[in-house]
């Protein structure tokens, strides 16, 4: 039976750093039941170290009740945006944090985080303010015996919403107070967390030029390829051999990176030579499971309704294998540890369709359904900027004019 919940969570210091402390409260999702609590005093620490405790809080909590649909709900909207996706953690301590939130978050079959003003959050700030009273030293005032007002149904309308591992709508805007708090932790990457605007970020750009493998034994066949280790084709060969020449071109290329499988790190050391190529497994293809070198056809007849949900929103895992949302957290990674470890600089990525589509969906801040209006050919070229103010900058999506025909087309690879 399906358990849906509501996760509140607030943290804070006094002083940033000071005494800390979380809050966290579990929620029956339809009657608003109080069905946990939680808070904790942390000593001195920062405000993003307490928020980001009562969001693991809360999720452990939620864990334990054998949830299996989540929604948080934070005024934090820097933690909002980074489970999201749509910030980056720099700090090392805040990234760990994130990671730790984002790998309990796998656990449920559905979470959704919004951002909601403070006044709405009034039941984790209370136990977050019990927790730096204690925290401080100071004698907790005693509880009223009223209880506590039930959770308020979550209103879309009223609040930013993306599925866990997906960020499938723009990122909120963020207020000037918290933008200078990110400085102690988690800094605003090209992934649209920035405002909008048609004037051209300055600075220059970390550059990712995301390259989509050669041709293999599956791609004119259009079967699902996600984690075989199928090597490149002779056409595939050929393809490899045009991208090198083309990206030659390009001048102070400062990395080839490749998804760990066979007909990445072929592509891949083909375009780099003599080269080091760096294997990022978080660039790996999506887990088709028991779907694995089958045909659209195949799938859609024999697992019709699984398909169906696997589709319909990214958060449900093909059968044995893995849901777009588990790709999309672990591709964000991914990006995030390149735009730290290159910043300035032009990367190539060697990968598949899923990684590539998810990233460009991504820096466009563009929901879920835009994986299945984006078309990959095999040994394709796209590009996206990443500029410091947040902002990204799709440059190219597809473009296969090195290649001296058409490829056949693949629907996934």
Request: proline share 7%; aromatic share 6%; hydrophobic share 40%.
């Amino acid at each position: 039976m399906r358990r849906q919940v509501i996760v509140e969570a607030d943290g804070g210091s006094r002083g940033n750093p000071g005494p800390a402390g979380y809050g966290a409260v579990v929620f029956d999702a339809d009657s608003g039941e109080v069905l946990a609590e939680r808070n904790e005093s942390l000593g001195v620490q920062t405000n993003n170290f307490a928020e980001y405790n009562g969001l693991i809080a809360g999720l452990r909590a939620a864990a334990e009740l054998g949830a299996t649909s989540v929604t948080v709900q934070m005024d934090s909207k820097l933690v909002v945006e980074q489970m999201k996706g749509t910030w980056q953690a720099k700090h090392a301590g805040m990234r760990a944090l994130r990671d730790e939130a984002l790998e309990l978050a796998l656990q449920f079959e559905q979470i959704r985080y919004r951002w909601i003003p403070r006044e709405r959050n009034k039941y984790a700030d209370r136990l977050a303010n019990e927790a730096m009273d204690r925290a401080a030293g100071i004698e907790p005032k005693p509880r009223k015996a009223a209880a506590e007002p039930v959770a308020p149904a979550p209103s879309p309308s009223s609040t930013s919403e993306s599925p866990a591992a997906n960020g499938t709508s723009p990122a909120s805007s963020v207020s000037a107070t918290e933008a200078t708090a990110a400085a102690v932790g988690p800094q605003p990457t090209a992934a649209a967390s920035a405002s909008p605007s048609w004037v051209p970020s300055g600075g220059v750009p970390t550059r990712l030029i995301l390259v989509r493998h050669g041709s293999t034994a599956h791609s004119p066949l259009r079967l699902l390829s996600g984690r075989n280790d199928l090597p490149l084709s002779a056409e595939g060969e050929v393809q490899a051999e045009s991208l090198r020449l083309r990206l030659r071109r390009i001048p102070d290329v400062a990395a080839v990176v490749s998804s760990p499988l066979p007909r990445c790190l072929q592509t891949a050391q083909i375009i780099a030579g003599s080269a080091k190529v760096r294997v990022v497994p978080a660039f790996a293809e999506l887990d088709f499971g028991v779907w694995e070198g089958l045909s659209m056809a195949e799938v859609t007849s024999r697992w019709s309704a699984e398909f169906a949900e696997f589709s319909a929103t990214g958060e449900t895992p093909a059968p044995n294998g893995e849901s777009f949302a588990q790709v999309a957290a672990r591709v964000r990674r991914g990006r995030d540890d390149l735009i730290s470890n290159f910043p300035g600089q032009t990367v190539v990525v060697v990968t598949h369709v899923t990684p590539i589509k998810t990233l460009l969906r991504l820096a466009l801040g563009a929901p879920h359904e835009t994986l299945f209006r984006i078309h990959l050919d095999t040994a394709s070229v796209s590009i996206i900027d990443y500029f410091a103010d947040g902002n990204a900058s799709v440059r190219l999506v597809n473009d296969t004019s090195h290649l001296s025909r058409s490829d056949e087309k693949a629907p996934v690879s």
